[in-house]
């Protein structure tokens, strides 16, 4: 089993960055592949980001590809999201998931989820 534990919101004006961290409590980390969701008010929750348990690949939405970047450290039990060139429409709720698959962009494909971390983007 994996706790996770998400931080690093906060507000920023749009255009600013900010990084994500995602803490991982369990013995397995190294075993599960991690991903990245988001959900703003009102709307379904979308997916964000993913890497693979080596770290070697990772998986990103067309819109957002560029802007965002996923990485873990096994070593710590840790896997970041950086997001840099930050826009209104990248407010909301930021969550870290773990899953046993190889990869995935389904949300119902992961097992653990963190409460997730406010992400709020002036403009």
């Known amino acids: 089993q994996v706790q996770l534990v998400e931080s690093g919101g906060g507000l920023v004006q749009a255009g600013g960055s900010l990084r994500l961290s995602c803490a991982a409590s369990?013995?397995?980390?190294?075993?599960?592949?991690l991903g990245w969701f988001r959900q703003a008010p009102g709307k379904e929750r979308e997916f964000v980001a993913a890497?693979?348990?080596?770290?070697?690949?990772?998986s990103y939405p067309d819109s957002l590809e560029g802007r965002f970047t996923i990485s873990r450290d096994s070593a710590k039990n840790m896997v970041y999201l950086q997001m840099n060139s930050l826009e209104p429409e990248d407010t909301a709720v930021y969550y870290c998931?773990?899953?046993?698959?190889?990869?995935?962009?389904?949300?119902?494909?992961?097992?653990?989820w963190g409460r997730g971390t406010q992400v709020t983007v002036s403009s």
């Open positions: 998931a773990a899953t046993t698959r190889w990869m995935t962009r389904e949300a119902d494909e992961y097992d653990y």
């Open positions: 890497i693979t348990r080596t770290g070697r690949t990772t």
């Open positions: 369990g013995r397995t980390f190294s075993s599960y592949a």
